[in-house]
Structure formats: structure tokens, C-alpha cells
């Protein structure tokens, strides 16, 4: 069992960065992938950043590469999404997950969820 805990969200102006945190407790956190995704309104949960459980690997989806920066700490068991040049666009609530093992793109693929926090971008 983890629990996950995010944090960071919050209103910020089109152009400004925000860092959210991903806070995991319980056993063996280090050896889950984790990943950030996000909702919309209206629209389906869509894949943003993932990381190996080294860390050494980090996939993005097309939408925010170049501008999100997914890193972990495994010392903290957390990650976290540095969220830059942000666009209205990119509002909605981002949520944390874990992946057993290894880096994963797909919700069905992961294990554990936060509840969210929610970044709204306004212009």
C-alpha cells in the first residue's frame, strides 16, 4: 500500500511556473515509477511526466515538453513536476500515481493515485 499526497497547485498568470510535489509513504516507494497526470474539465484523465524509479529515465507527453520537468527524490520519497512558461491550456487538476517497477504512460498501468491538485492558468 502508498499513499500519495500532492501539492503546489494553485492560480498563475499564462507564462509564470509553478512546482507541484508528490509526497509517497509506505513500503519500498524507491522502486515505483511515478508519474503526474491531469483532468481537465469535461475531458479524460491525459498522461503529462513519468520517471523511472532511478530516476534516470523521464518520458513527457508532446503538450509539455520543453516546459515540465519531472524529478524525484527518492532520499524524500517524492517527485515533483516543475511546471514552466504555463498556458491557460494547461489548466487542471494533476494528479500523482505509482507504477510498480518501472516507467508506465497508461493510467490502467498504475497503482496507487492522489487525490489532485489543481493549477489553473489564467491569461
Known amino acids: 500500500q502508498v499513499q500519495i499526497v500532492e501539492s503546489g497547485g494553485g492560480l498563475v498568470q499564462a507564462g509564470g511556473s509553478l512546482r507541484l510535489s508528490c509526497a509517497a509513504s509506505?513500503?519500498?516507494?524507491?522502486?515505483?515509477?511515478m508519474g503526474w497526470f491531469r483532468q481537465a474539465p469535461g475531458k479524460e484523465r491525459d498522461f503529462v511526466a513519468g520517471?523511472?524509479?532511478?530516476?534516470?529515465?523521464?518520458l513527457y507527453a508532446d503538450s509539455v515538453k520543453g516546459r515540465f520537468t519531472i524529478s524525484r527524490d527518492n532520499a524524500k520519497n517524492t517527485a515533483y513536476l516543475q511546471m514552466n512558461s504555463l498556458k491557460p491550456e494547461d489548466t487542471a487538476v494533476y494528479s500523482c500515481?505509482?507504477?510498480?517497477?518501472?516507467?508506465?504512460?497508461?493510467?490502467?498501468?498504475?497503482?496507487?493515485w492522489g487525490q489532485g491538485t489543481q493549477v489553473t492558468v489564467f491569461s
Open positions: 500515481a505509482v507504477h510498480w517497477l518501472g516507467i508506465a504512460t497508461r493510467e490502467r498501468e498504475f497503482d496507487y
Open positions: 509506505g513500503r519500498r516507494v524507491s522502486s515505483y515509477g
Open positions: 520517471i523511472a524509479p532511478s530516476g534516470g529515465t523521464t
